[in-house]
């Protein structure tokens, strides 16, 4: 059942086309994540499903409804911001109450209902306190608190967790998780954090320059990314781009990639290679370990003897600079696996793994 429609979706400031042809089909309960670097259109496509800002062309649905000329507070959604956008004044309790109130609804049900969701974000012994006696993370849970008392057919959250430090981000990160597996409601979230965005979608939409590049489960679109662009922003670190040429030896497929040349039997081609085509080979740290340890399939890795130049601990693993030829290329070690620097060692590649890209058009073949 489809909760949210968007189609032909445009949005211009002046000659400046900020959203070009969005056309995204949102399920009910799930949680859209949509991704992308600063800039890309992420806020001006939530402010326009929230009503908050006018379409240039294209039409909005939510539960059925075209909603397109429709009042942000007629479209039964709930929104929250990075700034909070707390009543200053208020209490909690107060700014809580203040949309239900504002509704007409009777404070002999807004007081339980209130109660409850401090509760369960775990805020209700702050209902009498002001935003400015409190915590940023605190005063991330009121106003997430003030969205989940209205009890909205849609949730809209943008980059919520920004100005928290990281450890708060990562919990309030699980808690979100949490809310939307306890109440199912349909969520789209915002945010430029690839963890955020892999850890909490159903499915994410990846957006450059106005643009949706890709829009898919994480898994799907961490390991199948369609472009380059996707294939970068993902991962930290980031996948590994080694550039080469095809080669078509009878049916078998291979990437000459300079200091070696890497089998591609296993690999999915969507559009047919073609000899000397030049492309990217795009792998992933954690598919280059050491030659010992067993691959994602199951099977015996691709290897190759080289150097590592470099090292770091991460704690939990030991990220290894290796040299390839002219590139260099970071594998991903367990952590009880340092290699001794400028020693060579076998090194397995999961070719199970591997992305190819068309080098000039940047796109998946
Ligand atoms: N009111 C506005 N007037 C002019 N340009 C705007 C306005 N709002 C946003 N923009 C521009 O639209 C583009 C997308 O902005 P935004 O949706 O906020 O990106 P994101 O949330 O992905 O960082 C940016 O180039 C931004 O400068
Ligand atoms: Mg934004």
Known sequence: MIDIRVSNCNKSYGSLRVLKDINLEIERGEFIVLL???????????????????????????????????????????????????????SVRSNMEFGLRMRGKPMSEIRPLVEEKARMLHIDHLLDRRPSQLSGGQRQRVAIGRALVRDPKVFLFDEPLSNLDAKLRASMRTEIKKLHQSLGTTAIYVTHDQLEAMTLATRMVVMKAGEIQQIGKPEEVYHRPVNLFVADFLGNPGMNFMKGHLRLDGGRVSADVGAATLPLDGYAFEVAPVAGQAVVIGLRPESI?????????????????????????????????LAMGEQEIVGKFPSDMLPKLGEPVAIGFDLSRVSVF????????
């Open 289 to 321: 370990q050491p030659a010992s340890v067993q691959m994602s399939d199951g099977g015996a890795p691709y290897a190759l003897t080289l150097k590592p130049i470099l090292t770091e601990h991460t704690g939990s693993d030991n990220l290894v600079v």
């Open 358 to 365: 068309d080098a000039e058009s940047e796109r998946r073949i």
């Open 36 to 90: 992308g670097p600063s800039g890309c259109g992420k806020s001006t496509l939530l402010h326009i499903v929230a009503g908050l800002d006018r379409l240039s062309s294209g039409e909005i649905e939510i539960g059925g409804r075209d909603v397109t000329d429709v009042e942000p507070k007629d479209r039964d959604i709930a929104m929250v911001f990075q700034s909070y956008a707390l009543y200053p004044t208020m």
